[in-house]
């Protein structure tokens, strides 16, 4: 099992939908959570931070479960510009307080109009 | 932009060659971390370095090694390169007290 899966897609959605990504991550000690958005053929980006709390962004939410092992992210009102890749990050801890990130494969997302 | 600067942005060598790519992480950063990807994948973590120190390795052979100098830039060197490491090999920095990291745009290599 990979330490970080999610489903690719494409996720195929038009103008105005909501669309939801989950990611499951396979180690409990795994200490923060990121979403990053990578357009095609440029470096990725950081979307938002991930809490237990939930939190969100205009029309971006994003949501940790720890009991169950995965976050989520949920776009509202989708809009032409928001097609990408979304990574999700998972972070653990490594020795003398540094971290070892595991990214996801990604997931496509196309909006039509 | 993230203020992290790649170099160069594309390489072509053939199997068996070394190559050197260098990463200028933004101002007040002291960490960098590099990662490959491949066509249809995320980022794979390959290493970090913080204050010049190794600091987290991913699962990559030890042909693959790299440099943190004084003033944070980095290096990534690739020894006996195989056709399999012709991927965007990507160079992320952040601070100490922040695990967020800020990408470059990264260097794509082929290997002939």
């Known amino acids: 099992r990979k330490e970080v899966e999610q489903d690719p897609g494409p996720f195929n959605v038009p103008e105005g939908a909501t669309v939801a990504f989950n990611c499951t991550y396979s180690?409990?000690?795994?200490?923060?959570f990121f979403w990053y958005r990578q357009d095609c053929r440029k470096e990725p980006k950081l979307l938002m931070s991930?809490?237990?709390s939930g939190n969100e962004d205009g029309r971006f939410t994003a949501q940790l479960n720890r009991a169950s092992q995965y976050i989520s992210l949920l776009i509202r009102d989708s809009k032409l510009s928001d097609s990408a890749t979304y990574l999700c990050?998972?972070?653990?801890?490594?020795?003398?307080?540094?971290?070892?990130?595991?990214f996801g494969r990604g997931t496509s997302l196309i909006v039509h109009p | 932009e993230t203020g992290v600067t790649q170099s160069p942005t594309h390489l072509i060598k053939t199997r068996g060659q070394q190559v050197t790519l260098r990463c200028s992480s933004q101002?007040?950063?002291?960490?960098v971390s590099w990662y490959q990807q491949a066509l249809g994948q995320g980022p794979q973590f390959i290493f970090q370095y913080y204050r010049e120190e190794e600091n987290g390795r991913g699962n990559f052979p030890p042909r693959f090694s790299g440099l943190q100098f004084p003033n944070y830039s980095s290096e990534l060197n690739v020894n006996a390169l195989e056709l399999d490491d012709s991927a965007l090999y990507l160079c992320a920095s952040s601070s100490g007290t922040s695990n967020i990291q800020y990408f470059g745009a990264g260097t794509r290599l082929s290997v002939l």
């Open positions: 180690n409990s000690a795994s200490q923060s």
């Open positions: 991930v809490y237990s």
């Open positions: 101002s007040g950063h002291n960490t």
């Open positions: 990050v998972v972070n653990k801890g490594a020795s003398g307080g540094s971290y070892i990130p595991t």
